[in-house]
């Protein structure tokens, strides 16, 4: 009895311990897959106040790691998943996508962002790069 009770005070924090091992040899090979954004912040600032309604309103999903730029990324050049870095968004094509919704972005009504808010964002798209 108390040897068995011995033996499973070795083998028990042995098993333990075998059993960390293989967690981490699975955690370090490398067949993760890596995360383009890995390690990085969302760039939550501004230089204007119309940038700062773009931020707040739509930044959550269309700046870095969002799912809008992580979806984006998918069927357009990475460096152009930002809605920021695109050179062919008019005020209208904006506006449109934010009312109606598009794929999988929710339509964004009234009550969360104004006409008069939109319109703003609109044009700080329409004239993103560079902002
Ligand atoms: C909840 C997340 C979310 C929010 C908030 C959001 N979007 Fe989107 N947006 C998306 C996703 C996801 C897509 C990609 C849709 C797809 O292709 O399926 C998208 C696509 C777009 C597109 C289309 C780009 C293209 O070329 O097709 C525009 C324009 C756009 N969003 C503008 C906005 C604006 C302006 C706001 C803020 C008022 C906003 N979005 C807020 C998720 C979001």
Redesign the pocket.
């Known amino acids: 009895m108390t040897r068995g009770l011995a033996l499973s005070k070795l083998v028990l924090p042995a098993a333990i311990a075998a059993l960390a091992a293989s967690t981490f040899a699975v955690r370090a090979n490398d067949t993760q897959i890596t995360n383009a954004f890995r390690g990085a912040l969302q760039n939550r600032t501004s230089s204007s106040p119309d940038e700062h309604l ?1 931020v707040e ?2 930044g ?3 700046r870095q790691m ?3 730029t992580v ?2 990324g998918r ?2 050049e990475p460096k152009v998943a930002m ?1 920021e870095a ?1 050179e062919d ?1 008019t005020a209208e ?2 506006i449109a ?2 009312r109606m919704g ?5 339509r ?1 009504s009234r009550g969360e ?1 104004s006409d008069a808010q ?1 319109a703003r ?2 044009a700080y ?1 329409a004239k993103a790069p560079g902002r």
């Not at 598009?102 to 929710?106: A, D, E, F, R």
């Open positions: 773009f309103k739509c959550m999903c269309h969002g799912m809008g979806i984006l069927r357009m809605l695109r968004l094509t904006v996508s934010a598009i794929g999988n972005m929710p964004i962002v939109l964002i609109a798209l």
